[in-house]
């Protein structure tokens, strides 16, 4: 059986941080991590990916504001948010490709004064 779940999501003013983390069971072989973020009455968007050996890909929207990583050795991802902006709240989702595509339940993100 298959779990993805992720965690740190939280209320944060602007200019803040968070780190999400994903954690993962049942997959097997990884080929792709990601994050991907659903704001209210908009579609569910990539954030950032990241492959096993270590290459990345940042929405513009994002880039040099979040970072992702990732565990080698458990194939897992987390992604590090900095300098957070009103337009980040979202619901944040944790992506693994592997044999097919898993999805964690999200976390929610709030930034807000």
């Known amino acids: 059986q298959v779990h993805v779940v992720e965690s740190g999501g939280g209320l944060v003013q602007p200019g803040g941080s968070l780190r999400l983390s994903c954690a993962h069971s049942?997959?097997?072989?990884?080929?792709?991590m990601g994050w991907y973020r659903q704001a209210p009455g908009k579609e569910r968007e990539l954030v950032a990916s990241?492959?096993?050996?270590?290459?990345?890909n940042y929405a513009d929207s994002v880039k040099g504001r979040f970072t992702i990583s990732r565990d080698s050795a458990k194939m897992t991802p987390a992604l590090q948010m900095n300098n957070l902006l009103p337009e980040d709240t979202a619901v944040y989702y944790c992506?693994?490709?592997?044999?097919?595509?898993?999805w964690g339940q999200g976390t929610q993100v709030t930034v807000s004064s």
């Open positions: 992506n693994i490709r592997g044999r097919f595509e898993y």
């Open positions: 049942g997959i097997g072989v990884v080929y792709a």
């Open positions: 990241i492959t096993p050996a270590g290459g990345t």
